[in-house]
């Protein structure tokens, strides 16, 4: 045969039936091709409406919303709805405030004399925002600033400014010139403080009371206190502390 005649023969093309039937059947009945990715999908989801609806109907039912809100409410841990101690008793000089950083709140402790007992305001005058713990306790047994002189009673209140005209209005009975005082008791000998200052944590010690370990108000047992100041966090401080239990 002549080389030159197969460059003319027609080449053989691989067949592909099912395409072929495909285009045969789209032009035989053109409805039919619309009408068979419908009919594909409505089997597929035949097949996939049985398990789902059986994952389903074995599933627990969801909690109500009475009963889901409270279990999620007991396994949450409120940082802020908690008691902290600050400091044993015997280690604060009434005579002087004392400042302390509680789990990155800045606070201080003082004593005031006109109903003997502890306060912890937020350690920031309202003024300038100075360090209240810098400060001293007047001879009037008010926590004063050592910024510009501010004194401040037991519930917060600004009490004397020492700046203000003695006949001018009173500004130091607005708002604003007030601290923040946080609810505190002593308990087992230990200043407890909580760190929520609104009104509506003013009662908080009726609904919930710092830890007691009746052990420490024993005679019979010895009691050892002791304050160490760590340069790391709370969270350093238990993965530290659990390597050795």
Not at 62 to 69: C, F, K, N
């Amino acid at each position: 045969m002549d080389p030159l005649s197969l460059l003319i023969l027609p080449r053989a093309r691989p067949s592909l039936p099912l395409r072929t039937a495909a285009n045969n059947a789209a032009r035989a009945s053109p409805s039919a091709a619309r009408l068979a990715p419908a009919l594909r999908w409505r089997r597929q989801r035949a097949r996939l409406s049985s398990p789902v609806s059986a994952v389903a109907a074995e599933a627990p039912p969801s909690p109500s919303p009475s009963g889901g809100g409270e279990e999620d409410s007991e396994g949450q841990f409120d940082w802020l709805d908690q008691w902290y101690p600050f400091a044993p008793v015997c280690d604060l000089d009434p005579g002087a405030p004392h400042g302390k950083t509680v789990l990155g709140l800045r606070v201080v402790a003082w004593y005031d004399r006109a109903v003997d007992e502890w306060r912890v305001f937020d350690d920031a005058c309202p003024h300038r925002l100075a360090p209240l713990s810098e400060g001293r306790i007047d001879d009037k047994g008010r926590l004063q600033c050592v910024y510009h002189g501010w004194c401040f009673d037991g519930r917060g209140s600004c009490q004397f400014i020492p700046q203000a005209p003695a006949l001018g209005p009173p500004v130091h009975k607005n708002s604003k010139a007030c601290v923040a005082s946080y609810p505190s008791v002593v308990q087992n000998n230990i200043l407890w403080f909580y760190p929520r200052a609104d009104a509506e944590h003013r009662d908080v010690l009726e609904r919930k009371q710092p830890p007691f370990i009746p052990e420490i108000d024993d005679p019979s047992f010895v009691t050892v206190y002791g304050i160490r100041d760590l340069s790391y966090g709370y969270v350093s401080l238990n993965l530290h502390a659990s390597t050795f239990l």
